[in-house]
Structure formats: C-alpha cells, structure tokens
C-alpha cells in the first residue's frame, strides 16, 4: 500500500520491476484486495450476517459507483483500439438496479468520492471493477443461502449477473492490459495510479468502508 502512496505522490511517474502491467497492478494493489475482505458489507455477506436493509444500502453504495465510473468510461473512444469492443457491454450499474427494483427501492445516484477523468485511470478503475466480478460470483453464491425464502433470494443480478460470461470478459480484459505493455507503455503508470486511486475513493465511501467486522 505505502507503493501506491509513493506513486500517487510522484504524479504517477514510478519504475517498478515486473515485466507486465498485470503483474504491476497485482502486486501494487494486493493489501487493498486484503482489505475488502474485512470491509463491513463484503464480510458480513461472506458470514452469512448480511441484513436485508444492510444489503439494500450496500447495493446503493455499489450503484452510485459504477454510474459514475461506467459514465466516465463511455465518454473514452479508444477502449476499442485495445481490443475491447464494446465498453458498454461490462457495465453492471443496470444490474444493481435491476436488484433494486425486486426489492422495490429507487435507486440513488449520490455524489462519489472519485471518478477517473483520463483514459488511463479509466482503464485503472475498469481493472479493480472488473477484478471484482470474479469474487462476485462467489459472493452472488450466498445471497440465495443468506435470504431464503424473502425476496432478496433472487437479487443475485449484480454478483453473478454475468454467469459463465465472467470469464471469458475478464480473459479479454487482460488481453487489453497486455496489449497496453505492448502498445502504449506511457499509460502504465497512469494506469497503476488509477487502480489505487480507485481503490483510496472507495475507502471514503462510508456506507461501504466505514464500519468494520471486529474480529
């Protein structure tokens, strides 16, 4: 984490030694995957203590997020020249609320903490969000378990709304991380900076972040 912080503090300018961006964003943004894992709505989930207001306000938190970041990632053309075709196809804020509307709430747009306004943090934000539909499956997998017999059973869109699809998308993402080492090397710092920019504005979201388990 104190890597994120050096190179956020740089501007983004930073040397690091792994061959791939793949490799980079891993390392650079692991004791940030380890702090979700005890972020308040995702454990609780994992536990099985998740309440159904809570995961109504979780699902708010998530939506108003990705809104704002798959609106900023609309607005870039050149997602297409790194083999990624359809950038609309990997937006899931339409998921959340599709979950939203089984449990009759509107949803809420709310302001967010951080939005990426280049391409590069864009690519960077897209990484953490779509690193985060493999881990959904398997929290989608609980949701079901958790809320038997209420209507929150079937509010399973946004965790494992892509089904066997999850994969393949992010294979391509990767594809897209490679092809930018490959290509266009000046966006891998920019990129890296994203990524735990992404990562830092989540923490002040304090619906999501603020309250932890106490283990």
């Not at 995961?55 to 998530?62: A, E, F, M, S």
């Not at 080492?181 to 999501?208: H, N, T, W, Y």
Request: glycine content about 8%; proline content about 6%; aromatic content about 10%.
């Amino acid at each position: 984490r104190a890597s994120c912080f050096r190179l956020l503090e740089r501007g983004g300018r930073i040397m690091v030694l792994e061959k791939g961006l793949r490799e980079r964003l891993k390392r650079l943004t692991r004791p940030f995957h380890r702090e979700v894992e005890t972020a308040f709505y995702p454990a609780r989930l994992l536990s099985g203590a998740l309440t159904a207001p809570q995961y109504r306000d979780y699902l708010q938190t998530l939506h108003s997020v990705h809104v704002a970041w798959e609106n900023s990632w609309a607005s870039f053309s050149e997602w297409s020249l790194l083999g990624i075709p359809r950038i609309e196809q990997r937006f899931r804020a339409s998921h959340a609320r599709e979950d939203l509307s089984i449990l009759g709430a509107s949803p809420l747009v709310t302001s967010v903490a951080w939005s990426p306004s280049t391409f590069a943090h864009a690519i960077g934000s897209a990484y953490v969000l779509e690193g985060s539909t493999l881990g959904g499956a398997i929290l989608g997998k609980k949701i079901p378990q958790i809320f038997e017999g209420k209507p929150e059973a079937a509010c399973v869109n946004y965790f494992a709304g892509r089904g066997e699809s999850a994969v393949p998308l992010w294979a391509e993402f990767c594809g897209l991380l490679d092809r930018v080492d490959q290509e266009r090397p000046d966006l891998v710092p920019s990129i890296i900076s994203g990524a735990c920019m992404a990562f830092l504005s989540m923490e002040k979201e304090p619906e999501f972040w603020s309250a932890r388990l106490m283990i």
